[in-house]
């Protein structure tokens, strides 16, 4: 085969590759439309329910005071951990001391 012909069977793949390619966006935008009109969709409608001020008030408050404890937790993790470090190498240098 000669030069020629590797080129159009280039072409060709390329042709029929991009006519894959609309193929299936067709059919994908098909199934996202039959998703959206779905009466499965909990978006469907496009709103969210309301919430009244008080409730989101709480929920902020409640969220808070986990956000909090979380800190709280996080920082006596890391006492712990940066207190275990200097204790091991307190000792070590202890070790290391007595030894010579």
Same mark, same amino acid.
């Given at each position: 085969?000669?030069?020629?012909?590797?080129?159009?069977d280039?072409?060709?793949? *390329?042709? *029929?590759?991009?006519?894959?390619? @609309?193929?299936?966006?067709?059919?994908?935008?098909? @199934?996202?439309?039959?998703?959206?009109?779905? =009466?499965?969709? =909990?978006?469907?409608?496009?709103?969210?329910?309301?919430? =009244? =001020?008080?409730?989101?008030?709480?929920?902020?408050?409640?969220i808070?005071? *986990?956000l909090?404890?979380e800190?709280?937790? *996080?920082?006596?993790?890391?006492?712990?951990?940066?207190?275990?470090?200097?204790?091991?190498?307190?000792?070590l240098m202890?070790?290391?001391? @007595?030894?010579?």
């Amino acid at each position: 085969m000669s030069f020629a012909g590797t080129v159009m069977d280039a072409n060709n793949r *390329q042709r *029929q590759n991009r006519e894959l390619l @609309i193929h299936n966006r067709k059919r994908i935008a098909r @199934i996202r439309e039959m998703y959206l009109n779905s =009466p499965h969709n =909990p978006n469907r409608g496009g709103k969210m329910a309301e919430i =009244p =001020p008080e409730a989101l008030a709480k929920i902020r408050a409640g969220i808070k005071v *986990q956000l909090a404890k979380e800190r709280i937790r *996080q920082r006596t993790i890391g006492i712990i951990i940066f207190s275990l470090a200097v204790l091991t190498g307190v000792g070590l240098m202890a070790m290391l001391t @007595i030894r010579i």
